[in-house]
């Protein structure tokens, strides 16, 4: 069984930072590219970032680009999203994804297979 644990979400000023994690279980981690995705309140769900399977190419949404930071470890079997200069837009519940995708990068929902639960990131104003 496939399991993506997302980890990290809290309340901060804007500003600040945090760092999400994302431990998945259940799957050959190395086979997979990761992606961040974010939704608002009211919002349809958006493509934040994501990491090719060995951690060598990375592609950031340009809302996000120069403040976030994606990352893996693969004998950890995490995949890390970094977050400076939190801006309240920023607000969201982030979800982790595992594909194996067709194309690079891949944004889109549909191609990703698995999906974490999701972690509440709060930024305050």
């Known amino acids: 069984q496939v399991q993506l644990v997302e980890s990290g979400g809290a309340l901060v000023q804007a500003g600040g930072s945090l760092r999400l994690s994302c431990l998945a279980s259940g799957l050959t981690f190395s086979s997979y590219a990761m992606g961040w995705f974010r939704q608002a309140p009211g919002k349809e769900r958006e493509f934040v970032a994501a990491?090719?399977?060995?951690?060598?190419?990375?592609y950031y949404a340009d809302s996000v680009k120069g403040r976030f930071t994606i990352s893996r470890d693969n004998a950890k079997k995490t995949v890390y999203l970094q977050m400076n200069s939190l801006k309240p837009e920023d607000m969201a519940v982030y979800y982790c994804?595992?594909?194996?995708?067709?194309?690079?990068?891949?944004?889109?929902?549909?191609?990703?297979?698995?999906w974490g639960q999701g972690t509440q990131v709060t930024v305050s104003s």
């Open positions: 990491i090719n399977w060995s951690g060598g190419t990375s």
């Open positions: 994804a595992a594909s194996i995708p067709s194309r690079w990068p891949p944004t889109r929902e549909y191609e990703y297979t698995y």
